[in-house]
């Protein structure tokens, strides 16, 4: 299971898993990587009384509003969408857009086979163009997944010792279709 597989994985690195703390997938994360020796930090709400968080939660990151809790979430440094619900898709628009307009914001990864013809047709049926697709990241599995974010860490990492500065800034990316193709021209699973 791909969402077990990337709790293991992002664990190995010595990395911290955060995820809204409950059941279904972000319990099968947090298990695997709490089994893998990993970090996990849980997202719950205090006025969602009927849903208990995960026993494999290292720390809880109380909200009282769910803009806290996506504001918790949109302070990470990667953002991996596995397929979840609704839940998943609401917040990965929320980082999305975020790397429209911020000039530092998470890293969107959607990981899974689902993906790319899904982000397709928000591209072929919304106004959402090959500029908006080159922000984002689609991956096939989670070792991809992985080495697409030590990548960036050491890039930024690179960038933030040259300047002297910690942090970096968003730019589009560049092995996405360039705008002016069809929008079924291009292969989302690049990257």
């Not at 703390?21 to 996990?40: D, F």
């Not at 080159?134 to 997944?145: G, I, K, L, M, W």
Request: glycine share 10%; charged share 20%.
């Amino acid at each position: 299971m791909p969402a077990e597989q990337l709790g293991a994985a992002i664990a190995a690195q010595g990395w911290t898993v955060m995820t809204g703390g409950y059941g279904g997938l972000m319990a099968v994360t947090s298990r695997a990587a709490a089994q893998a020796g990993g970090r996990v930090i849980g997202l719950p709400m205090r006025n969602w009384s009927a849903l208990t968080p995960n026993p494999w939660n290292d720390e809880l990151r109380w909200s009282d509003t769910y803009p806290e809790r996506v504001a918790h979430l949109l302070a990470a440094d990667a953002i991996v969408a596995v397929d979840g619900g609704i839940g998943t898709l609401s917040e990965a628009a929320i980082a999305w857009s975020m790397l429209q307009t911020e000039p530092i914001a998470a890293e969107l990864i959607f990981l899974g086979a689902g993906w790319p013809e899904l982000l397709r047709s928000f591209a072929d049926h919304l106004v959402i163009d090959d500029r908006d697709l080159a922000y984002v990241t689609v991956c096939a599995d989670p070792q991809e997944v992985i080495a697409h974010i030590a990548t960036k860490r050491a890039a930024a990492a690179a960038r933030g010792r040259a300047a002297g500065l910690r942090g970096s800034s968003r730019a589009p990316r560049s092995d996405w279709p360039k705008p002016g193709r069809s929008r079924t021209g291009g292969n989302p699973a690049a990257g």
